[in-house]
C-alpha cells in the first residue's frame, strides 16, 4: 500500500512540475501576448462551438509545450520560445470572425494569414520559424501546405488534439462575462493578467 501511495504522490510531483515549467515557459516567452488586449478579446469570442478562442490557444500552447518536453527526453532540441508566440498567436486572427469572414470555409483559408499580422503587430522580432507555425498551423486540413519545420508540426498537431477536446470537453467558462473570464482563466493556469499601461 505504501510503495502505491509514493507512487501517486510521484506522479502529482511531477505532473506539477510540468505545469509549473509550462507557466514558466508561457510567462518567459509570451506575456506580451498573454498580457495583450486582443487575449484577452479571446477569451470572450466562441471557438469549436462549445470553447473560447483564448481557451483553445492556452490549450494548444501547454499541448505544444509537452510534445517539446517529451521530445527533449529524446535529445531532440526545439525552439520554446517560437513554440510559445506561434502557439499563442496561431488562432488570434479569427478574433472578430463573424464582421471578417463570409463563411467558414473562408475563415479556416484566411485565419492564418490575419494571426499573422496580429503577431507582427504584438511582437516586436518575429522570427521565420514562428510566422511559419502560424501560417501552416492548419495542416492538413484547409489546404494548407505542410510546415517548414518540426515545431510547426508539432503545434499543428497540438491544435488538433486541442480542437477535439474543445468539442468533446466544451468551455469550463462562460465566454459572454470577459472579466469574470479572464480572472478564472488566470486562477486556474496560474498566469499573471495584467493589464498593459
Not at 105 to 128: F, G, Q, T, W
Not at 164 to 186: H, M, N, Q, Y
Request: aromatic residues 4%; positive net charge; glycine residues 6%.
Amino acid at each position: 500500500m505504501k510503495i502505491v501511495s509514493a507512487g501517486k504522490a510521484r506522479i502529482r510531483e511531477l505532473r506539477k512540475k510540468k505545469k509549473d515549467k509550462i507557466r514558466n515557459d508561457l510567462e518567459a516567452y509570451g506575456s506580451e501576448i498573454l498580457n495583450s488586449d486582443e487575449m484577452r478579446e479571446a477569451f470572450g469570442q466562441t471557438h469549436h462551438t462549445r470553447s473560447t478562442v483564448g481557451e483553445h490557444t492556452q490549450r494548444v500552447a501547454e499541448k505544444s509545450l509537452a510534445i517539446c518536453y517529451a521530445l527533449d527526453r529524446l535529445h531532440i532540441r526545439t525552439d520554446i520560445p517560437a513554440v510559445v508566440t506561434g502557439s499563442l498567436c496561431h488562432d488570434l486572427g479569427i478574433l472578430g470572425r463573424d464582421e471578417k469572414y463570409e463563411s467558414e470555409r473562408e475563415c479556416y483559408r484566411h485565419h492564418p494569414v490575419d494571426s499573422l499580422e496580429v503577431a507582427r503587430k504584438l511582437v516586436d522580432i518575429l522570427p521565420d520559424k514562428t510566422r511559419d507555425i502560424i501560417e501552416h498551423h492548419m495542416w492538413p486540413t484547409a489546404g494548407s501546405k505542410a510546415p517548414g519545420s518540426l515545431e510547426g508540426i508539432i503545434v499543428s498537431a497540438a491544435d488538433k488534439a486541442a480542437a477535439v477536446e474543445d468539442f468533446i470537453r466544451g468551455s469550463k467558462v462562460k465566454p459572454a462575462d470577459l472579466k469574470t473570464t479572464v480572472r478564472t482563466i488566470a486562477e486556474r493556469s496560474s498566469l499573471s493578467w495584467k493589464k498593459k499601461k
